[in-house]
Structure formats: C-alpha cells, structure tokens
C-alpha cells in the first residue's frame, strides 16, 4: 500500500495546528486489522485534546468516532473478514465491566492516535462490526457519542417503565440520548438555550422542552411540572449540577458527561443528594456497551442526527463548525 493520508493536530495549540499529512504504512500483526476508514466524526472532547485540557503528548491525529471497512486481515484473524463494516471502540482496552486504570489506559484521539486517517490498524480485540442499517456516516457517530449516551442511560442501573428523563444540550451525545431514551420508551425532556435546537428535539419526539434563556429556573419548571424526573444527564458541569440534583425525584440520578457550561471544578452540596439522589460521572463505555448499543440501532432503526459532512480535504472546516457553530448533532468528515 502506498503512504497513508492523515491529519496532525499540535495538542495545545488548538484546531488552527490541525496539518495534512502523509504516513507510511503500518506493518500488520497476525491479531490485527487494516481498515479503509470511511468517516469520522467529531466530539466535544476532540476541541479540549486540541486546546491542551485532555489528552497528551504533543501532536496527536485527532478524533476518536470513525467507521471502516475491512481490507486486509491478520493471519490469526478469526472475527473479521476482507469487506465488513466495523467500528474501532474508543478504549481499545475496555472489553466489559467496571472501568479499571488498565482499561482506561488508551484512548483513540487521546494518549494514542486517532482515527482522521485514510487507513487504520486495528487489534482485532479493539473492533465491532457496525450497524447493518447505518451508512458510513452515520455508523461513524457511535464509538464516543453514542456509545456514552447509552452508558449514561442505560448501564448504570435500570430505570422504571415510563420513566422521565432529562436531557441537556442539541450536540452528538444528547441527540443520541433523546433518541435512544424514547426507542425504549423513556419519557423526555429536553434543556437547551436555543429555540433551533428545542425545535429539532421536539421533531425527534422529546415529550416537552424548556429554553433555559428564557426560564432560567428550569429545576423548578421540571419539579412543578414533572414532580422530578428520574435522571439528568447533565453535560453543563459545574454550571448546571445544583439545578440538575433538584431536578430529581427522591432517589433519581445525575449522571454527568461534560464541562460545557462552567467547566469541570466544582463542590456539591450534600445536602442535595438528602432524599437517596446520586450524581455520577460517566466516561464513554465498553466494547460490550458498544455491542449493545448496535444491537439496539439495529433493532430500533434508529438513525443518528448528523449536522454537516465535509469532506476529507476540509478537515479544518469541520473543526471550525465544531467549534464556533454550535451544530445539532454530529460533524461528519467523509473519508474514503
């Protein structure tokens, strides 16, 4: 195979490092696979590894969500064969369980190369196949966003029949969320500060939706109305965690997945959790997790809501609408 085609971005120095490059190949392990990456998609996460807040090393290729095809195989591999759709999982190391230190020791985009590359080697043990009914684009929205809406709904404890959640935000995970809630008939409610982004929630089928511009005491709103949900995921951080624990009904739970409105620093009241309320974090999931969530895509038809593809060669445009755009749904670059 001739030189890979790939993007570097300088960690630190924020998406205008973001540089075309050319990659020998890499040679193949009997364990591994060669992919042809089709797309990838963009993460909130991806903008915080550019600006130097998570990740490390100095320069990195970006991005963690991206669907392939198989085009060349290991001589022990087993799984996989030349032509299937599959999708590297976010922590190569994370099978199934608890997350532990070792499992959460790599993460693609993070401390080891990402996945905004023309050709991908994979461990076999680091893949699943993708979604039958899903194109590349829309396969390439699940490794981190999809992925860590379904932990965050769904693995942390079984909610009632009927329940009532609250979702926060129009970005890739939340629109994941809503959708993934109402497939199992999860009652939802939506937060966010623009009426573009209630409005496409409410498409979707998101049961009512508050505008916390205009109602800045949203907790009460859901309290009256709702007599407190069942869970929050809250993707506000620091900003939104008070309003978020007295959103809920006596034993609900927080689950948080972000910093976007106030960043990560915050002190909790523990008076707020009184009434058997829990606030926990989640990150992203397991390969398990992931197998369960494609099986439920696959059951469901569900399809994820992309903002915008761009192709290849516009990288940095994609980076930019990521940044500054504010996109409902996911940003998609088209590869191969």
């Given amino acids: 195979m001739s030189l890979m085609h790939a993007y570097r971005i300088i960690r630190g120095q924020g998406p205008q490092s973001l540089h075309r490059i050319e990659v020998p190949p890499s040679s193949l392990g009997e364990n591994q696979v060669l992919l042809a990456v089709k797309a990838a998609s963009l993460n909130y996460r991806d903008l915080l590894v550019a600006h130097g807040q998570m990740g490390a090393g100095e320069a990195r290729i970006p991005l963690s969500d991206a669907a392939g095809q198989v085009v060349a195989v290991g001589s022990a591999i087993t799984d996989f064969s030349i032509g299937d759709a599959v999708l590297p999982i976010f922590f190569p190391r994370w099978t199934e369980g608890f997350p532990s230190e070792q499992a959460l020791s790599l993460s693609l985009g993070g401390n080891i190369d990402g996945v905004l590359t023309t050709h991908l080697v994979v461990d076999q043990s680091a893949l699943v196949h993708a979604p039958r009914t899903l194109s590349w684009e829309q396969a390439s929205t699940i490794a981190c966003a999809g992925v860590t809406a379904w932990h965050a709904l769904f693995e942390l404890g079984a909610l009632p029949d009927g329940a009532h959640v609250l979702i926060q935000g129009t970005g890739g995970v939340s629109t994941w969320a809503v959708q993934l809630a109402l497939a199992a008939g999860l009652r939802v409610t939506v937060l966010s500060g623009r009426e573009e982004g209630i409005e496409h929630m409410v498409a979707l089928g998101a049961h009512a939706a508050i505008n916390y511009n205009t109602d800045p005491n949203w907790d009460e709103t859901v309290l009256r109305t709702t007599g407190g949900v069942d869970l929050v995921m809250d993707i506000g951080g620091a900003g939104t965690i008070a309003r978020s624990l007295r959103s809920l009904r ?87």
């Fill in 250 to 336: 006596p034993g609900g739970q927080v689950v948080t997945i972000g910093g976007v409105a106030g960043g990560f620093a915050l002190s909790i009241d523990p008076f707020s959790l009184i009434g058997g309320k829990s606030l926990t974090g989640v990150v992203v999931g397991s390969k398990k997790m992931t197998k369960a969530l494609i099986r439920f895509i696959d059951e469901h038809a569900i399809v994820p809501v992309i903002d915008t593809i761009f192709p290849f060669a516009e990288a940095a445009a994609a980076f930019a609408r990521m940044e500054h755009g504010r996109p409902i749904g996911k940003v998609v670059i088209a590869i191969n």
